[in-house]
């Protein structure tokens, strides 16, 4: 399992693409695995036949751990000989030299690769015959050509098979080998660091296997009567829930509201949706409210700020990282538009509506996420009037926008339908003070109730 995210230490296997058997080229795709920040696609990094799969769907590993086994010899995986090879024939001594030696064509890389693809690189090249061999060979002794097991030597493994011993917490002396001359494989390691039950999928499934090889979006649910439905809190959610609690319980949270008159703005979608530079783009009330918070952190750049606690400084971000909200089947996530201070309307349009588009079908990948310096939260699609949000961890505030309703408002001394909307602004109080908070969030709003300062402002 490799570390696909920043600080991740475990992830949830939500879907296998291959079986035992199956063959499979370098960067194919090979299964689905979710992670406290997203579900990633995970490609095999060689050739070869896929040999053992060490995990069902639904189970949650560790990083680092063998997932999967490929044999890249070509074939199918290797069997294990029908009995234990006879040493009768004087050829055996020379059997113990892998160790200078490449392994037999049946090893089994795993899916990151930790050993095998370094050992490969190193090996010396096979002697053309065996016969320089002296029977100074420290793994060789009397015992096994008189074919006895040894009275307490070391294990018969070669080093590649060693290292994956170590890396699985095997003791190799407690694995019954069945390589020719009672030498240790790859197999027998993996045999002996599989857990008890079993969670192979091999052949026919073991009828006690738990029923956790759906992938579904969400985490699995359990139901434990007619009354109520239990469900794991796992991957996504679990990381939310984590950092929210984190967040708001570390950040001295402030929450300031405006509300004001957004019909310009409204208009002016209207408009540039009929404007050929805008030509299949999507244009709403969020690109031009995401613009103009843009516009405000340029006015107002101390908003845009982390408080680095270890070093008890207030870090300046030179650049904007526009988080916006998305609720997903699997939970809330924020990814980020990189530099979207530097964008164009139409850019900036286009980034929207990628970020959108991925979330949606699930494919955020973690990098898409990190590194953040402020989030838009749209409550408003929910038909809600505002909200108080919580900081995204790392970032100093966030925008809550609410519905966008028709209500009845003075406008040029006269009580007039006009289209309304509040916007909430969290800041943590820390390194935003209540001048910083409530001049930022009036520019936005009046950015909004008079589009043309995108203009002049910007």
């Excluded at 490929?70 to 009768?88: F, K, Q, S, Y």
Aim: aromatic residues 4%.
């Amino acid at each position: 399992m490799p570390d696909v995210g920043e600080g991740l230490t475990e992830a949830e296997i939500l879907k296998w693409y291959v079986q035992p058997g199956d063959t499979v080229e370098d960067g194919q795709i090979v299964c689905e695995v979710e992670t406290a920040k997203a579900a990633v696609e995970l490609p095999i990094p060689f050739d070869g036949t896929v040999h053992e799969l060490l995990f069902p769907e639904g189970t949650t590993v560790d990083v680092g751990q063998v997932i999967i086994s490929v044999n890249v010899g070509g074939g199918a995986a290797p069997e294990a000989p029908a009995a234990p090879a006879a040493v009768a024939a004087p050829e055996p001594v020379a059997a113990p030299v892998p160790a200078a030696e490449p392994e037999a064509e049946g090893r089994q890389p795993v899916l990151v690769g930790y050993g095998v693809a370094a050992s490969s690189t190193k090996r010396r090249a096979r002697k053309a015959a065996p016969t320089a061999v002296t029977p100074a060979a420290p793994v060789v002794v009397p015992e096994q050509l008189n074919g006895h097991a040894p009275a307490g030597p070391r294990p018969l493994a070669k080093p590649p098979v060693r290292k994956l011993a170590k890396d699985l917490g095997v003791d190799l002396a407690s694995v019954t080998p069945t390589g020719p001359d009672g030498i240790i494989t790859r197999e027998d390691v993996h045999r002996a660091a599989a857990p008890a039950p079993a969670p192979v999928v091999e052949a026919p499934a073991p009828v006690a296997a738990p029923a956790p090889v759906a992938a579904p979006a969400v985490a699995t649910a359990v139901a434990s009567d007619a009354r109520e439905t239990r469900v794991p809190i796992k991957g996504v959610r679990k990381a939310t829930a984590a950092a929210m609690v984190g967040s708001a319980f570390t950040a001295p949270h402030v929450t300031e509201f405006v509300t004001f008159d957004i019909t310009r703005t409204m208009k002016l979608v209207e408009e540039l949706k009929a404007d050929k530079d805008m030509a299949g783009l999507r244009v709403n009330p969020l690109l031009l409210i995401a613009k103009a918070v843009l516009v405000a952190v340029k006015r107002n750049p101390e908003i845009n700020a982390a408080w680095d606690e270890a070093a008890q400084e207030i870090v300046l971000k030179h650049y904007v990282n526009l988080g916006i909200a998305a609720a997903t089947p699997r939970g809330l996530i924020v990814p980020n538009i990189k530099d979207a201070h530097a964008q164009t309307l139409p850019e900036l349009s286009k980034s929207l509506s990628e970020l959108v588009a991925t979330a949606r079908e699930g494919k955020t990948t973690p990098a898409a996420m990190q590194g953040g310096t402020f989030t838009i939260t749209n409550v408003g699609v929910f038909g809600v009037d505002t909200g108080t949000p919580i900081l995204n961890p790392g970032e100093s505030a966030i925008l809550a926008v609410g519905a966008i309703k028709l209500q009845p408002w003075v406008h040029k001394g006269k009580v007039k339908p006009r289209q309304v909307t509040t916007l909430a602004l969290s800041f943590d109080h820390r390194l935003v003070d209540g001048e910083l908070g409530s001049k930022f969030l009036a520019d936005i709003a009046a950015i909004l109730e008079q589009p043309k300062r995108l203009i002049t402002w910007a």
